[in-house]
């Protein structure tokens, strides 16, 4: 499995950019999911727990992205439940 996530036609990467700034994403490709703090650590596991929300990417690129959301949680000490 490669770490890069697919670019996705509905989305435009600077939004996120204007939106949060240069922090780091769980999909840093689109720039969704920003997971800079705990805050956005938990938004981030809700929003692509919401099956339209994962069902705008391949299964396994929301595989990577639950990944690096689950590390970030570990990292600012946010407690997430399991998919």
Do not use: C, Q
């Not at 596991?45 to 949680?73: C, F, P, Q």
Request: hydrophobic share 25%; no cysteine; glycine share 4%.
């Amino acid at each position: 499995m490669a770490d890069r996530i697919e670019k996705r036609d509905d989305v435009s990467p600077k939004e996120g950019l204007h939106e949060y700034g240069n922090v780091e994403y769980a999909d840093p490709t689109n720039k969704k999911y920003p997971i800079d703090t705990p805050e956005h650590v938990r938004a981030a596991w809700s929003y692509i727990n919401h099956k339209d929300n994962a069902a705008k990417y391949d299964k396994g690129d929301v595989t990577k992205i639950k990944e690096r959301i689950k590390r970030a949680a570990k990292k600012h000490e946010v407690e997430i439940s399991e998919d």
